[in-house]
């Protein structure tokens, strides 16, 4: 098997991989299971890494996604929880304001461009992703915000459990290339060949080492102000 590293630029995941495939025990799944885990490297050798959750597993080459729905991603005490959420291509995000002040909630990240102006405690505004991969979004009011969309065209994806363990279930035979994002490592993709047993015992290896945070621009592509992070609101 190959393995390829891929640059890439980054709550609770509001809509399951499996969405769409039907209802049912062990008895009517069509297809098999790949099961794995993922370890992350990091700075200085410390483990175990306590973000696993946060990444994305998928197999591209899939049958098409799930049917579209909705997701929330509220906003509390200036964060965006959950972090990072996965939707089928179609599906809407709503962003919910629970802070006592105001919040600008978006994105310059292509296809998926929005701007949904600036709204206060109480409100909510939703966005409809209808392009496919990563969305990157953002406050214009606190520049320290920060959630990730990842917008899916296949059904088969999911998030790890916090051990880093994955499961994607009723894939059909075939291959696939299985891929695997995190916002503190490069994208890895892996070839893969699913037969009728299914692969399983997958162990896919982040390297978080060279993640270094680097500042975004605001809405109208400029620098925050100097004193934005210190902001009393």
């Given amino acids: 098997m190959r393995w390829t590293a891929l640059l890439a630029g980054v709550c609770l995941v509001g809509l399951g991989g499996l969405e769409g495939l039907g209802h049912g025990g062990a008895a009517q799944l069509r297809g098999a299971r790949v099961a794995g885990r993922i370890i992350m490297l990091e700075k200085g050798n410390h483990t175990p890494s306590r973000d696993l959750g946060a990444a994305v597993v998928w197999l591209e080459r899939a049958p098409g996604p799930a049917r579209p729905g909705v997701a929330e991603i509220v906003i509390n005490d200036k964060q965006f929880v959950p972090g990072v959420v996965v939707v089928p291509v179609g599906s809407t995000v709503r962003f919910t304001n629970h ?13 998926n ?6 709204y206060g405690r109480g409100e909510a505004k939703e966005w409809t992703f ?41 894939v059909p035979p075939g291959p696939y290339t299985l891929r695997v ?8 993709a892996r070839d893969l060949t699913v037969g009728p047993a299914g692969v399983t015992g997958l162990e896919v290896q982040l390297d978080a080492r060279g993640f270094r945070r680097v500042p975004h621009k605001n809405k109208y592509g400029k620098d925050y102000p100097t004193n934005a992070g210190r902001e009393r609101y």
């Fill in 130 to 170: 209808a392009g496919r991969g990563l969305v990157r979004v953002f406050c214009n009011v606190h520049p320290r915000m920060v959630a990730f969309v990842q917008v899916m065209a296949t059904r088969y994806y999911t998030q790890p459990g916090r051990d880093g363990s994955f499961v994607l279930e009723d």
């Fill in 181 to 188: 994002w995190h916002e503190r490592s490069p994208e890895v």
């Fill in 99 to 111: 802070d006592p002040f105001d919040h600008n909630v978006f994105s310059v990240s292509e296809p």
């Fill in 113 to 118: 461009q929005f701007d949904l102006g600036q």
